[in-house]
Structure formats: structure tokens, C-alpha cells
């Protein structure tokens, strides 16, 4: 396919890797013009994937009309809080019959919509025009090579094929999925949970609790998804359990490191400070996550924990106690 990744950070570069390596023509946007040029020239992203080296193949440019002419799949990589905005500015150079296709993991907090959502509403293309990508997939172990799975999610299966052939290569393998909403809310509450994994790892806590962190936020989660209409099997795979552990569990996580940073006695800023600039999902979108709960009569405690730890000055601590002062109750609850 022609391809485009509109945005050049950590996942969108390895993206564009992946899709580059799977031998289809590619470019990246890259809102900075330097940073194009060392794509260019050096075949880099030393801003964020350092020591990677990309295919030669690939080129990026700093034009959005110049990036979207003729190209049969675009490719949202930007954050989630910017991709109204920024789509708003592609709006007039998109091919009016590529497929878009979201990387974006979380909810947005002004409208508290899902990304497809929002790029439906900005684009007012279809349902079948519109994919979301989701699963176990760090950035820098992709860019590696080393082996990982994704779910392509569209309404239409015939399409969420096409890009799912697109992406698959020796190390990458897509699954698809018809279940939008499963996968989009899968991979926006991961980041909330994974950060709250973080403040356990910081506080000096081990594996029992990193467990029942992500057991219960897997709880949470299917009870979010079920309620907005997500099939539990899709919370059940790669872009529900799979993103959770891998993201709740290692180092590479922006999310995981930003709840380090605060369980190990930093405060908001100096947490921020340790993502190197890049975005940590889960700090706003437990707002957005919680709102959609509350909304939907949800209850998700681990999800409101980290909300009134990052939002309104709660203290690790008392994040603590709060969580197992709650009321004894059965395992299985709800409308699951
Ligand atoms: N990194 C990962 O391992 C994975 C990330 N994701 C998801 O992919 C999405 C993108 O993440 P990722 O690439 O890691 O993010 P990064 O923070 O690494 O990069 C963000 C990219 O968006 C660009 N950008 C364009 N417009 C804006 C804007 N208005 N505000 C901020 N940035 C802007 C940035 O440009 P500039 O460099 O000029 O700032 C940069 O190229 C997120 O939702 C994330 O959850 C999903 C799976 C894996
Ligand atoms: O989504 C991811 C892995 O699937 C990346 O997580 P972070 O944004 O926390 O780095």
C-alpha cells in the first residue's frame, strides 16, 4: 500500500518501520523540519528511538499535503489530546478514499470520545474508512524486530484485512477484529492501570501486588468495555490482557515510569520530566476514562485512584490505604 504515519515520535517511527519492512512505499510527517532531515539523511530518529536504524526506503517530510498526496493509508500518530486538532489541519489534503488508521491510546478529555470517534466526527468519513491499531507493542522492541502481535480493528473485516496485510512481516503479526470499541478501550485503560503499576513498583511493592493490580484493572476495564458495548473475548486478547501486561510490566512504558517516578517520592512535574518529552497517556485520560465510567454508572476504582492522585493532590499513600480500606466484595460483579 501507499502509506503515510502522520507523526514521528517513538511508535509512530517504529510504525513506519514495520510498514516499510513489510514493502510497502512509505512516508512520515514529521512536524519539524530538522527531524525530517535526519530521517533523511541519517536514517534515525534520535529523539526517539536513538541507536534504530531505519530502511533506507523510508523518507520523511515535514508538509502534511506534501505527506497525504496520493496515499492509500494514513496513519494517526500523534497524541491522543492533539489528534482533533491536528486532523482538523490535514483535513483538506486527505485522500478522500484512504483508509485512517489510529495508533492513539486513550479517550479524549474535552468530549470524552473514543479516537475513531473522533476522527469520524472530524472526517466525517465512514465506519469502514476508519481502523484503530492495538496490542502488546512497545515502541523500541518493535523497532528491534523482536517478534510481537497487534489487532487491526475496523466495522468492515474486509478492510481491516487490507491493512492487516499491510503489516505483516517475519516479526510483526496483526490479528483483526471488528470490535472497535473493545480495542480503543482496551488500550486507553492500560495506560491508567500501568501507571498505577508504576507507583506500586516505585513504593517498593513486588509481584503479588503487580498482579492484583492488573487483574483488577482488567476488571475494571471489561466492566467499562461491556457497558459501551465491547465483546469481553477482544478484552480477553492481545489488545486487552496482552497490552495490559506488557505495558504494567516493563520499563519501557512512558505510563509505567510516570507512576514510578510518583510511588518513588517524585511530584507531577519532576514525573513528567522522566518521559523525555514524550506523552504519557494515562495522566489525562484516567480523567476522560473516569468520566466515561461515571457516565455509564461503572465503578473503577484503581482507574479514580490514579485520577485523584494525578488530578487532585492525592498522596501515594493515601492512594494506598483508600484502595484497601474499600469494602469487602465478591470477585465476579457487575453486569459481567
Ligand atoms: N510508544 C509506544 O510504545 C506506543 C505508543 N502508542 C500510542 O501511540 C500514540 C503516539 O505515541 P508516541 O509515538 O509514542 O508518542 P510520542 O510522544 O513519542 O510522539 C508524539 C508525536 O506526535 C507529534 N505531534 C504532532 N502534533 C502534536 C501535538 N499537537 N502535540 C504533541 N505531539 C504532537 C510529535 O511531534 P514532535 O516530535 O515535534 O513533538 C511526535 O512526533 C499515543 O497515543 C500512544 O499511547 C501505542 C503503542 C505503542
Ligand atoms: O502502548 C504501549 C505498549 O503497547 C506503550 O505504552 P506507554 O505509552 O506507556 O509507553
Known sequence: MRAVVMGSGSWGTAVAKVLADAGNDVVMWARRPELAEQINTGHVNGDYLPGIELPQSLRAVSSPKEALAGRELVVCAVPSQSLR?????????????????????????????????????????????IAVLSGPNLAREVAQGQPAATVIACADEDQAKRVQAAFATGYFRPYTNTDVVGCEIGGAA???????????????????TLATIITRGLAETIRLGVALGADITTLAGLAGVGDLVATCSSPLSRNRTF??????GANLDQAQAATNGQVAEGVKSCRSVRALAQTHGVEMPLTEAVYLLCHEGMTVQDMVTNLLGRSTKPEVYGPV
Open 259 to 264: 507512576g514510578a517516578r510518583l510511588g518513588e
Open 85 to 129: 486538532d491536528n486532523l482538523s489541519q490535514w483535513l483538506d489534503d486527505l485522500p478522500p478514499d484512504a483508509i485512517l488508521l489510529s495508533l492513539a491510546k486513550g479517550v479524549e478529555v474535552s468530549s470524552g470520545k473514543r479516537m475513531s470517534e473522533v476522527i469520524a466526527e472530524v472526517t466525517e468519513f465512514p465506519a469502514e474508512q
Open 190 to 208: 492500560k495506560n491508567v492501570i500501568a501507571l498505577a503499576c508504576g507507583v506500586a513498583s516505585g513504593l517498593g511493592y513486588g509481584e503479588n
